[in-house]
């Protein structure tokens, strides 16, 4: 069974910093673009990060830029989002996503895989 498990959220004060993991089983993603979504309470879910197959390409909402870091470990078969100087609005449900079929996840129909997401919240 595929699977992508997300871990490393919780709570934090603005300002501070979050370590994301997502550990993906049942297959290899390397040769899968990989990358992250959020979902806030009461808003669409939105596209955060993401990193092509070679682990060159990156993308980033404007909103991260230069805050998050997204990077991917293809032995461990894991991705990652490095999050600094967070912030209340980055407060959401963080969710791993994987596609086969696209070279990005730029767009959220991009997305193959789905993981459950862990919570980040932001204290002001």
């Known amino acids: 069974q595929v699977q992508l498990v997300e871990s490393g959220g919780g709570l934090v004060q603005a300002g501070g910093s979050l370590r994301l993991s997502c550990a993906a089983s049942?297959?290899?993603?390397?040769?899968?673009?990989m990358g992250w979504f959020r979902q806030a309470p009461g808003k669409e879910r939105e596209f955060v990060a993401d990193i092509s197959r070679g682990g060159i390409i990156t993308h980033y909402a404007d909103s991260v830029k230069g805050r998050f870091t997204i990077s991917r470990d293809y032995a461990k078969n894991a991705v990652y989002l490095q999050m600094n100087s967070l912030k209340s609005e980055d407060t959401a449900v963080y969710l791993c996503?994987?596609?086969?079929?696209?070279?990005?996840?730029?767009?959220?129909?991009?997305?193959?895989?789905w993981g459950r997401g862990t919570l980040v919240t932001v204290s002001s």
């Open positions: 049942g297959r290899t993603f390397s040769s899968a673009a």
């Open positions: 996503a994987a596609t086969d079929t696209y070279p990005d996840l730029l767009r959220m129909r991009a997305v193959d895989y």
